[in-house]
């Protein structure tokens, strides 16, 4: 799942029997609603925008960044922190051009929630500390440590980008402000998270990774809703019947 992480980090464990579910495999009434739903753009799925395979984002241009890209990131930084819960759609772009849709669910610190859309039988959760990408038509998941996920920069709980991540590009039009963090780990390689926030309303719009092997994966979001009071239940890993050496 290029996703959230390199594949290699992942352990196979089997997977729990499942919760009774809803619409779209989403546990049942896990989300209330609070306010009315923050929508921004379109309620329709958006066309995501995909990166050019070819573009050249420079290794490391850390002390190069004008008065206005620091501003830019530190608008995106602002943006980040100030969200505590997040739902909403989502649609995905893989390397290989294929689409998928789904719903999602955040709650910071470090919870989230990805539901995709029949006929995918894919699902992913993070409890805080850990990441599980759970597949019900082989009846496994893989379980990933959170802080090795581009995810954690999404789900921290407060985050200035040019501080505590490796920025490599800061670039904005009319549209969009976009930051590239890039990411070198010894075992995988290097990888890359653009964001992309809107500037008219300074939301997220999308999230574009890019792995060691340079294959893009792209999100775009909408129908978002920043005021739903969200079930813990969402975000509950389940280990009771995993092997202890699994868990560690």
């Known amino acids: ?13 089997p997977l729990p ?12 009434a896990m989300v209330v609603q609070t306010a009315q739903p923050e929508v921004t ?3 329709r799925p958006p066309d995501p925008i995909i990166p050019d395979p070819r573009r050249n984002v420079p290794a ?11 501003a830019a990131a530190a608008r995106v930084s602002a943006y980040l922190s100030s969200l505590r819960t997040l739902a909403g ?16 669910y955040i709650q910071k610190p470090g919870k989230v929630r990805f539901e995709y859309d029949p006929p995918s039988p894919i699902a992913m959760i993070s409890d805080g500390s850990s990441l599980v990408v759970r597949d019900t038509k082989l009846a496994t998941q893989d379980v990933y440590p959170l802080a090795q996920t581009p995810l954690r920069y999404l789900l921290s709980d407060r985050i200035d980008l040019m501080r505590d991540t490796n920025v490599v590009a800061v670039t904005s039009d009319d549209l969009y ?3 590239t963090i890039e990411e070198k780990q010894a075992l995988v390689g290097t990888s890359r998270l653009m964001l992309m926030v809107g500037v008219k309303d300074g939301k997220l719009k999308q999230w574009t990774i890019t792995d060691p092997q340079g294959y893009d994966t792209t999100v775009a979001i909408y129908n978002l809703n920043a005021t739903a009071k969200l079930d813990p239940a969402l975000f509950k890993i389940d280990y009771t019947n995993y092997p202890t050496s699994t868990n560690n």
């Open 41 to 43: 753009g379109t309620t």
């Open 60 to 70: 490391n241009i850390f002390a190069t960044f004008s008065g206005d890209q620091k």
């Open 1 to 13: 799942m290029g996703l959230l992480v390199p594949p290699t980090l992942a352990e196979a464990v």
């Open 177 to 179: 402000i976009s930051v």
């Open 89 to 104: 759609n989502f649609v995905q772009v893989g390397p290989d051009g294929s689409r998928s849709t789904g719903e999602f």
């Open 17 to 28: 029997q499942p919760a009774p579910e809803a619409r779209n495999g989403a546990p049942a």
